[in-house]
Every structure is written in C-alpha cells, then in structure tokens.
C-alpha cells in the first residue's frame, strides 16, 4: 500500500514528507494505523546525523499509538482492531533475559532491529522500489507501520491514543526508573535531575511509589512548575551548588534515591555524589555523548552508594506499558500537562525546532 511517510532522506536535512510504499506484514507481523505519535529527541538526534549508529534512509518516529489493521500469518498475540503502543525495546518472553526478571533487555530482535530491519533482516518499507530502513524497529511518523507482534503492548480501548502515545518512551522511562529500576520505598527522598519528559516521569513514579520528599533540580523555572504539579516538593535551579544544596536539605546525608535525566556525564555525577551514604541508589536515565565518561570518586561507592543504568525505565514493554496505562485511566498520572503541542505529519520539523527551543514537553502529531 501507498502511504504518507516522514523520511531522514539526508542527515542535517529537515525530514520530507513523501508517499512510500508499505508491503504486507509478514509471519509474525501486524499492520499499524498510526493515530498518534509524540517527536522525541531521539528522532532528533538521529536526523542530526551525530548519533554514530544513525542510518539513512528511513522513516523517523518511536512514540507510536494506533490500531491494528491486519495481522500476518501466526500471530497470536493481536487482533485486528486492538489498540495499541509501538515498543523501541520488545518483549519477546523466551529469550533469557524476558525470562529473568532482573532485566527488560529483550535479546530477540536486537541485531535486526539496530540496523534497520525486520526480524527476518529485510524491510516493509521502500520507495521507487529501493527498500527504506526502520528507525528503532517503529517508524511511527508514517500513517501506517508494520511491526513485529513482539513489539506492540495491547492497551485498553478507552485510553485515548494521543495521550497513550507518550507512553512508548519517555514518560514510560520516568516512571519506569523510579518504580522498576530503583523500586522507591515509601517514605524515602528522591532527587531528581532533568525535568523533561523523562524527568517529569520519574517525578510521577517516586510519588506513586509513595516517596515523602521529591527534590526536583532543572535549569528552567517552567518545568520545574510542571514537575510540581507531578508531585515534587522542593524544586532547585541546578548549578554547581546543587549537590551542597542537596546533602543540606537531606541532614548532611544526600537522597535515598536520586535520578539523572539529563543526558550531561557532569549532572550525572552530582547524581552521585547526592546519593545517601550507606544505601543511597543513583539511576541514570540520559544518554550521555560518544565517547564521554563518568567520573566517580570510589570511595564513595564503599561507603554505599550505588550506580545503577535504565533502559526505557527497565520495564518489559508488553506487560509494564498496558499496567501504566490502567494507572493513567485510574487517575493517578496526569498526562495533559506534557502535551504542548499538536501538529500534523507535515509539520513533524516544527515539532523539531520546538524541542531545539524547549518550547513545551511534547509535541504530538495527529494522523
Ligand atoms: N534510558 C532510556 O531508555 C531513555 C529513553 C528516553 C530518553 N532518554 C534520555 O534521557 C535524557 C532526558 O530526556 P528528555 O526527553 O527528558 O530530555 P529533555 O532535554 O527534555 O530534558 C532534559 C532536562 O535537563 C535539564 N538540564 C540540563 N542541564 C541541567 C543541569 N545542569 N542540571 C539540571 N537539569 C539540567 C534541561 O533543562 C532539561 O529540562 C536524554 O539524555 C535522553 O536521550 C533515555
Ligand atoms: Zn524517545
Ligand atoms: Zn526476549
């Protein structure tokens, strides 16, 4: 089928909108219509050309939403007609890692996925009959995709799709690395550095985990409003005082947990340092330059401070997105207040430059 498609036709180029050619899901594949899909800045990042294992081209796009169309032959785990949100991190659930619990990191696809092909190492997509690459196994800025059934979490009917959709990363990373990843205890403190989307996130998730006191640290007094209104109690203009700030409104001891969000290796190791001696658990969720480093005094991990790493909030996708999402319906996390921006496909490089600017959370394009 023909459809209207966002393609990274050349690195630090704005993204064309074109008809490509979209083939028929495969064994073990399902067909998207696409409803909703957030810009993230990964999609950014990658458009850039920076990002080292960036290909083109391909279709742009990771925070998907829609309904399944069609389904290829075998599948079992969706109907036509489901809703659902697109997984960048599947969850195949016979790998060793789906069976452990102690990881979300599905090993099933992963090579296939990185270079930009369907499982079976070729594309739905193409266009002039040259085959196009899959950006993180999604390509959700296109009105329809084709998708592993691995890769979709099936989530209730009455959720509205243009909320849903920021759910297939960074909200879902926030709150994952907070109630997953670090499993905050009630009544503990949290720091939490970025307040972006991931940062906001993990705001919600320490408060849903019931944590007494949520120390939020970003450059921009607006965002730091939207992270109180996700439930932080003390809200810090980050610099170099801030670790100082930190240990002296915790007693001179620093937070339970603290949480990076930033993407900068300087503001992940104020995470750090900020951490409780004894037990305090640094999590960090920014992807960090080629090449940069963490720069950690050892002592300080002796006297036990401990330095864990996320990935999409440690949850596995297939379970952990639809549960969230219950959450969401229930009332318990407030998604209205990320969403700053609506466009359409043909907009998708505004969405762009409204991140560039830090103009709102999230824009959303509509299909
Ligand atoms: N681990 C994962 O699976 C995963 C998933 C999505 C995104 N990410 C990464 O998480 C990071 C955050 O993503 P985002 O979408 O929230 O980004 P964002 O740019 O919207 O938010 C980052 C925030 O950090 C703040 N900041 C910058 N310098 C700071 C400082 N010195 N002190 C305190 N705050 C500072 C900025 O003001 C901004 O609000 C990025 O590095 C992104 O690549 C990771
Ligand atoms: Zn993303
Ligand atoms: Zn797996």
């Not at 008809?19 to 850039?48: F, I, K, N, Q, W």
């Not at 083109?56 to 998907?64: F, I, R």
């Not at 949480?259 to 969720?285: D, I, K, N, P, Y």
């Not at 969401?328 to 998708?348: C, N, T």
């Amino acid at each position: 089928m023909k459809i209207r498609a966002a393609v990274l036709q050349e690195f630090a180029k704005p993204l064309v909108i074109e008809e490509v050619e979209l083939a028929e899901p495969g064994p073990g594949e399902v067909l998207v219509r696409l409803v909703a899909c957030g810009v993230c800045h990964t999609d950014m990042y990658t458009a850039s050309g920076v990002d080292p294992s960036g290909y083109a081209p391909t279709v742009l796009g990771h925070e998907g939403a829609g309904v399944v169309e069609r389904c290829g032959e075998g599948v079992s785990l969706l109907s036509e007609g489901d809703h659902v949100v697109t997984l960048f991190s599947p969850q195949c659930g016979e790998c060793v890692h789906c069976l452990s619990p102690l990881t979300n990191l599905c090993l099933s696809i992963r090579e296939q996925q990185n270079r930009g092909y369907l499982p079976d190492g070729t594309t739905r997509l193409s266009r002039g009959g040259e085959p196009l690459r899959h950006f993180m196994g999604t390509s959700t800025f296109a009105e329809y995709t084709v998708m592993p059934q691995i890769a979709l979490a099936r989530i209730d009917r009455e959720a509205p799709l243009d909320r849903a959709c920021l759910f297939a990363c960074g909200l879902s990373t926030g709150l994952g690395a907070a109630i997953r990843t670090a499993a905050v205890r009630a009544g503990s403190s949290c720091v939490v550095f970025g307040a972006g989307m991931v940062g906001l996130g993990a705001v919600a998730g320490a408060r849903l985990q019931g944590a007494e006191r949520i120390i939020c640290v970003d450059m921009s007094p607006e965002r730091l409003e939207l992270a109180r209104g996700q439930g932080a109690t003390d809200l810090l203009i980050g610099g170099e005082e801030t670790v100082a700030q930190v240990l002296e409104m915790t007693g001179g001891f620093g937070a339970d947990y603290t949480f990076e969000a930033t993407g900068s290796v300087a503001v992940m190791r104020q995470a750090v340092e900020s951490a409780r001696m004894g037990w305090g658990l640094c999590t960090v969720c920014g992807v960090a330059g080629r090449g940069e480093t963490l720069d950690v005094v050892p002592r300080l991990l002796i006297t036990g401070r401990r330095v864990c790493g996320s990935s999409f909030g440690g949850l596995k996708g297939r379970d952990d997105v639809p549960a969230l999402i219950r959450r969401y319906l229930a009332g318990e996390i407030d998604v209205d207040p990320f969403i700053s921006h609506r466009l359409r496909l043909e907009e998708v490089n505004r969405g762009f430059e409204l991140m560039e600017a830090q103009d709102g959370i999230r824009s959303v394009i509509a299909f």
